[in-house]
């Protein structure tokens, strides 16, 4: 037999697609993906019933006084205070958005487009500092505004970006001083 003729008898025809087998597993992967969303939000909504003792978050009062400071960036979540893995979701605070802060004696007002506002008495701050993460999100040292304050009987820490960082430094120093002046005001009481 001549070269050629070898050639031809060996070749077989391509392998046809087993269409059954491919969707079959499509439909499995997605049934895996689906139940796994489903877990991760069940999950989220049990996370809320356990902290179900949070107390409602306060609403900005109608006399709030004079500005000392706005910023226009986004909310990261909160935690317990020390923990930083540990969301808080009981209320809105877990979901992550816009915002618009503004420090005022009477307090921090947090206003949230599509997600809870909410508002941080001036006397329930307890301390703002620079650091570098938040449940969920990890940026450089100093890169988040991480403000701390108590509701009912938890320590809270809420994580704030601002879209202009430089001004974390002055929203820290502002906050810190006012919290030092409500302390010494409330010992000379």
């Known amino acids: 037999m001549t070269p050629v003729l070898l050639l031809a008898a060996e070749k077989e025809s391509a392998q046809v697609t087993d269409w059954a087998a491919r969707i079959g597993w499509v439909v499995g992967l997605a049934l895996f993906v689906a139940l796994v969303y489903w877990l991760m939000r069940e999950g989220w909504k049990w996370r809320g019933t356990l902290q179900g003792d949070l107390p409602e978050l306060p609403v900005t009062?109608?006399?709030?006084?004079?500005?000392?400071?706005?910023?226009?960036?986004?909310?990261?979540?909160?935690?317990?205070?020390?923990?930083?893995?540990?969301?808080?979701?009981?209320?809105?605070?877990?979901?992550?958005?816009?915002?618009?802060?503004?420090l005022t004696d009477a307090g921090l007002d947090v206003v949230r487009p599509g997600a809870s506002d909410f508002f941080v008495p001036a006397a329930q701050l307890r301390e703002a500092r620079l650091d570098k993460g938040i449940a969920g999100k990890v940026l450089t040292e100093g890169g988040l505004l991480v403000v701390t304050w108590e509701h009912g009987d938890r320590l809270i820490?809420?994580?704030?970006?601002?879209?202009?960082?430089?001004?974390?430094?002055?929203?820290?120093?502002?906050?810190?001083?006012?919290?030092?002046t409500n302390s010494r005001e409330g010992a000379e009481r």
């Open 61 to 102: 009062p109608d006399e709030t006084g004079p500005e000392r400071l706005t910023m226009s960036g986004r909310y990261h979540g909160s935690t317990t205070a020390g923990q930083w893995l540990d969301r808080i979701v009981a209320h809105g605070l877990g979901t992550r958005s816009r915002a618009e802060l503004t």
């Open 157 to 180: 820490d809420s994580g704030f970006r601002s879209d202009h960082a430089a001004e974390h430094n002055a929203w820290a120093d502002t906050i810190n001083s006012m919290i030092e």
